[in-house]
């Protein structure tokens, strides 16, 4: 499975060596193999099974949160947005809150991550990705998957939609908790980061299989072993 990294890397160095200014945006204007409008039967099947698996933990950690919030993170549990799924169309994705508590979020497409918000408490969920935990609920309600392209805010998309090339191909999946830019590209920033997550989701789309879902099942295990959720 190892090739599947470097297959990936080896078309991001091709494409930086033959333009510079726009690299990784070149491989998400390659042609794309039409893909299912949903998951196949076996994936589906097995998001639900796991979901179903993962909700006595879904329980224990939120009441665990409830105990804690009103000391080291004071605020609502959980965190709603909407993000941009399947097909561009917008939902609300579920999250546990990891930053302070504030009426309006004023962040733009091209703006960094509001570090400064981010509370101790809120910090170790992000590292350990169990943030994302309340996402089991898009899952079952069959808005996202746990593996495919990581939905942005549905704001940030409509940017990324004029800005930037082969972004609405990465909507042809249907989302995901986690994905291949989110093990291999990493957590982005801002429009130019962006085109490389974009290069890597339609990469994904591109090979498609259960090869590379258990590979990136993998490099998210690691992720949250080693701590290196953002």
Same mark, same amino acid.
């Given at each position: ?6 297959? #990936?890397? *080896? ?8 333009? %510079?200014?726009? %690299?990784?945006p070149?491989l ?10 949903r998951? +196949? $039967?076996?994936k ?5 099974? =796991? ?10 950690? *939120?009441?665990?949160l ?9 605020? /609502?549990l959980?965190? =709603?947005?909407i ?8 939902? $609300? ?8 508590? $504030? ?6 497409a091209?703006?960094?991550?509001? $570090?400064?918000?981010?509370t101790?408490?809120?910090?170790? =969920? ?6 994302? =935990?309340?996402?089991?609920?898009n ?5 996202? *998957?746990?593996?495919g392209? /990581?939905?942005?805010?549905? !704001?940030?998309?409509?940017? @990324? ?5 082969? @972004?609405r ?20 920033q +801002?429009? %130019?980061a962006?085109?490389r997550?974009?290069?890597a !989701? ?7 299989? *259960?090869? &590379?879902? &258990? #590979?990136?099942? #993998?490099?998210?295990c690691?992720?949250?072993? &080693? +701590?290196? +959720?953002?």
């Amino acid at each position: 499975m190892t090739q599947i990294s470097t297959r #990936w890397r *080896s078309e991001a160095r091709a494409a930086e060596q033959t333009c %510079a200014k726009d %690299a990784l945006p070149r491989l998400a204007r390659a042609p794309v193999p039409a893909v299912a409008a949903r998951p +196949g $039967v076996v994936k589906r099947a097995a998001d639900i099974a =796991l979901s179903l698996l993962l909700l006595p933990l879904l329980a224990l950690v *939120s009441l665990c949160l409830l105990a804690l919030n009103p000391m080291f993170n004071p605020g /609502r549990l959980l965190f =709603l947005q909407i993000r941009m799924g399947h097909r561009c169309e917008p939902f $609300v994705i579920y999250k546990f809150r990891t930053m302070t508590d $504030v009426a309006e979020i004023r962040r733009s497409a091209d703006d960094p991550l509001e $570090v400064d918000r981010i509370t101790r408490l809120g910090s170790l =969920l992000r590292k350990t990705r169990l943030d994302e =935990l309340p996402q089991i609920i898009n899952i079952l309600i069959g808005q996202m *998957s746990f593996i495919g392209p /990581r939905p942005d805010s549905y !704001d940030h998309a409509m940017v @990324y939609l004029d800005k930037i090339p082969g @972004y609405r191909r990465r909507h042809d999946a249907v989302p995901g908790i986690t994905g291949l830019a989110q093990t291999e590209v990493g957590y982005v920033q +801002g429009i %130019a980061a962006t085109r490389r997550k974009v290069a890597a !989701d339609v990469f994904y789309i591109r090979n498609s299989g *259960s090869r &590379m879902e &258990m #590979w990136i099942l #993998w490099r998210t295990c690691v992720t949250v072993v &080693m +701590g290196r +959720g953002k």
